[in-house]
Nanobody, 119 residues
């Protein structure tokens, strides 16, 4: 079975940092794009960042460029999202997802992890 296990969320003050992890299993990790989405209360789910495991190409939405970094550890089948200089508007449930393409719809979704940035 495909599993995407997201972890690392929490409560942090403005300007703080968190590192999210997405542990993947049940599919050929190297052949997929792994993405991070987020959904804030009352808002649509939005793509935050993604990494093409085969080649390492990355994408970031404009609002997180320069603050977030996505990376992959192929040996651990794990993708990380390092989030620095966090802002209140980053507060959301963060989901990892996987697919051959992830926009508009990934093939697989993980459960979410809550990130709350307090001002």
């Amino acid at each position: 079975d495909v599993q995407l296990q997201a972890s690392g969320g929490g409560l942090v003050e403005v300007g703080g940092s968190l590192r999210l992890s997405c542990a993947a299993s049940g599919f050929t990790f190297d052949n997929y794009v792994i993405a991070w989405f987020r959904q804030a209360p009352g808002k649509e789910k939005e793509a935050v960042s993604q990494i093409d495991i085969n080649g390492g190409k990355t994408y970031y939405r404009d609002s997180v460029k320069g603050r977030f970094t996505v990376s992959a550890d192929n040996a651990k089948n794990t993708v990380y999202l390092q989030m620095n200089s966090l802002k209140p508007e980053d507060t959301a449930v963060y989901y990892c997802a996987a697919g051959k393409v992830v926009v508009p719809t990934p093939d697989y979704w993980g459960q979410g992890t809550q990130v709350t940035v307090s001002s």
